[in-house]
């Protein structure tokens, strides 16, 4: 018994080699067409292409510090200017003497960079409590962010500083969790 794969018509076109390469092209010239339709959809949408900048991060922001396993937790204010740098203050609540919680106010001036995709770097000296200063560097991710015009302007991200806590004594990890406030 034979099984017919092709119906009748489509055996003749293939049969034919002149008349293969024009509907090859033509298939090719199809999906080709529908697929940079699919993957170009900003031209189609009205919507344009964004990237991160300096005034991405504009404004004031909560933060949230975490430091090691909840060793300590900071709680703090910083403010970005647009055009690279920020400053700040936060509420240190950390271990103290024989069990009990000390709270520490630090704060802190420096400078950003931000990245096309979202990344970047602060550049920050913080003072402390005892009047000395310590520079830190932490780097960042912007996890969210609105529209507004042709400018992405963050309204939260993350970061960890590359040294360990200037706050706390030890090899303390240290993160923070920023969240734009409202103009």
Partial sequence: ???RL??????SVFARPATIAPLALAVLICTGSVTAFAQDDCCWSGREHHEYSLASLHGS???IGTYAANVARGLGLAEFDGRGAVNGSVLVNQ????????I???TFTGTYSVNHNGTGTMSLTVNLPN???QDVTEDFVITTAESRGRLLLATA???????????LSGNVF????YTRRPD
């Fill in 1 to 3: 018994m034979r099984t």
């Fill in 6 to 11: 092709l119906p009748h018509s489509l055996k």
């Fill in 61 to 63: 922001y909560a933060m």
């Fill in 95 to 102: 271990p103290g003497p024989g069990g009990t919680r000390t």
């Fill in 104 to 106: 520490v106010n630090v």
């Fill in 131 to 133: 009047g000395t200063t």
């Fill in 157 to 167: 991200m993350i970061d960890a500083q590359e040294q360990p806590s200037v706050v």
């Fill in 174 to 177: 240290v993160t923070h969790a």
